[in-house]
């Protein structure tokens, strides 16, 4: 079993769908991150928790919605998507935020999202 | 605005070749780098980390190096294997408030048997 586990690996969704992306950290970790890697682009920051809380929004759109129960679980929401947002969504996590001395990111294998 | 360009882009050679990933950065002013590499369908694995005060990390056959003033890193993969074919990612962190990695496009390396 990996350290950090997403569910599912695979999403096909309508524009009009409300689907949610789940990601669970088994490494005792305090900081969780939302990525996407959309073909042909360097991977971008959507979210980053820290101790369950929200402490940055890459002006992502409103469509795409996090929540961070616990320090362990992590979902990301979804409404109303547009087919660009078709990418692969990971999920990561580190021992601390980035900003204390540089943790390494452990990531999951992400879910393949397509929205038709 | 960091920017991180990783060059080449794809990279094929024959087994047992000793290789080098450029990785180039805009702004020296960072705190970290991370090398991940990424297979087929999967999410990234964490390779090395090197803190702005090192000059390099070594792990196995992988060495990174980092020269912070002329915005560079390196990985060395020494003796390569079919089994390092995957894509390599540079990533790097600048702080400013933002948490996120800045990453590159990566290296897309294929090792002939």
């Known amino acids: 079993e990996t350290g950090v586990t997403q569910t599912p690996r695979h999403l096909v969704m309508g524009m009009t769908n409300k689907k949610s992306l789940k990601c669970e950290q088994h490494?005792?970790?305090?900081?969780m991150y939302w990525y996407k890697q959309s073909a042909k682009k360097p991977l971008e920051l959507m979210f980053v928790?820290?101790?369950?809380?929200?402490?940055e929004n890459n002006s992502v759109p409103s469509r795409f919605s996090p929540e961070c129960p616990n320090s362990s679980h992590l979902f990301l929401h979804l409404h109303t998507l547009q087919p660009e947002d078709s990418a692969l969504y990971l999920c990561?996590?580190?021992?601390?935020?980035?900003?204390?001395?540089?943790?390494?990111?452990?990531f999951g294998n992400g879910t393949r999202l397509t929205v038709t | 605005k960091q920017e991180v360009t990783q060059i080449p882009a794809a990279l094929s050679v024959p087994e047992g070749e000793n290789l080098v990933l450029n990785c180039s950065f805009t702004?020296?002013?960072?705190?970290?780098l991370q090398w991940f590499r990424q297979d087929p369908g999967k999410g990234l694995t964490s390779l090395l980390l090197i803190q702005s005060s090192q000059r390099e990390q070594t792990s196995g056959r992988l060495n990174a190096s980092l020269d912070k003033s002329s915005g560079r890193s390196t990985l060395y993969i020494a003796a390569s294997q079919p089994g390092d074919s995957a894509t390599y990612l540079c990533?790097?962190?600048?702080?400013?408030?933002?948490?996120?990695?800045?990453f590159g496009k990566g290296t897309h390396l294929i090792i002939q048997p």
């Open positions: 990533a790097l962190y600048s702080g400013g408030g933002a948490d996120g990695l800045t």
């Open positions: 990561a996590s580190s021992h601390h935020r980035q900003g204390n001395l540089g943790s390494p990111l452990h």
């Open positions: 490494l005792g970790h305090n900081a």
């Open positions: 702004d020296s002013a960072i705190y970290n």
């Open positions: 928790y820290s101790l369950e809380e929200r402490v």
